[in-house]
């Protein structure tokens, strides 16, 4: 007998064309985590499903199936969907892929599911973009074992100093810095910057840099050398 699951709250967060009318559709659902569907006959121009499966849109959805890739059998809307324009509308993109690559199929992140949801409604009404996107990119790599501890050093459990450049060890954390590292600046972070990005404090434009620039490098060993489709359309 095949498990079915009713009606359970998700997020729409990829989706491609499947044989001639239907879709593979990715799901970021509260109790099961990412899910992947085949909604058959969701491309036919009769069908609900075409308006209704679109990302940034709350949805509850209804599967069956054992295998890898369920059966999508019902899905309707549970809200408006977050009105994204511009680059908020690439942001979301972005935050949609990173959950599509990162996350492992049917492992739940209840935490997760509510940040996703807070930071959409901050993409549609916070004036501020990148405190929203590294705030996700925090709780994300925390979610998944990757936390990144941006108040004290690796080696000896030193509070960060403002003072000091510190050198990025992935998934370590810091250590103080020494001259021969500035042979390789991008690995380099000023400490008043590290705890700026602690506090989300990123009104200085060098202070938001660095903490893009660290995410990235923090991000990036577990997407397995593949670039984001999401930043080369942020970057056009």
Same mark, same amino acid.
């Given at each position: 007998m095949n498990p079915r699951i009713h009606l359970q709250p998700?997020?729409?967060?990829?989706?491609?064309?499947?044989? +001639? $009318?239907?879709?593979?559709?990715?799901? %970021?659902?509260?109790?099961?985590?990412r899910i992947a569907t085949v909604a058959r006959g969701a491309r036919r121009g009769k069908s609900r499903l075409q308006g209704l499966l679109q990302p940034f849109r709350p949805l509850r959805v209804s599967w069956t199936g054992r295998g890898g890739i369920k059966t999508l059998t019902?899905?309707?809307?549970?809200?408006?969907?977050?009105k994204l324009a511009g680059e908020r509308l690439f942001s979301g %993109?972005?935050? +949609?892929?990173?959950?599509?690559?990162?996350?492992?199929?049917?492992?739940?992140?209840? +935490?997760?599911?509510?940040?996703?949801r807070d930071t959409l409604k901050a993409l549609a009404t916070d004036p501020s973009l990148e405190?929203?996107?590294?705030r996700f990119e925090l709780e994300l790599l925390a979610e998944l074992g990757y936390a990144i501890n941006l108040q004290t050093e690796c080696r000896n459990?030193?509070?960060?100093?403002?003072?000091?450049?510190?050198?990025?060890?992935?998934?370590?954390?810091?250590?103080?810095?020494?001259?021969?590292?500035?042979?390789?600046?991008?690995?380099? %972070?000023?400490g008043a910057h590290l705890l700026a990005l602690a506090r989300l404090d990123l009104e200085e434009p060098a202070?938001?840099? $660095?903490?893009?620039?660290?995410?990235?490098?923090?991000?990036?060993?577990?997407?397995?050398g593949k670039?984001?489709?999401?930043?080369a359309l942020f970057a056009k």
């Open positions: 998700a997020w729409l967060i990829h989706r491609r064309p499947f044989r +001639n $009318t239907s879709l593979l559709v990715d799901f %970021f659902s509260r109790d099961h985590g019902a899905a309707e809307s549970a809200g408006s969907a977050a %993109f972005y935050i +949609n892929e990173l959950l599509s690559r990162l996350l492992h199929d049917h492992v739940e992140h209840p +935490n997760l599911f509510q940040a996703y405190p929203i996107l590294r459990d030193q509070l960060l100093c403002p003072h000091k450049p510190y050198r990025y060890l992935p998934d370590l954390g810091f250590e103080e810095a020494d001259p021969e590292d500035s042979n390789d600046p991008k690995r380099i %972070f000023p202070a938001a840099a $660095t903490a893009k620039r660290l995410l990235r490098q923090a991000l990036d060993p577990h997407l397995g670039p984001l489709h999401s930043r």
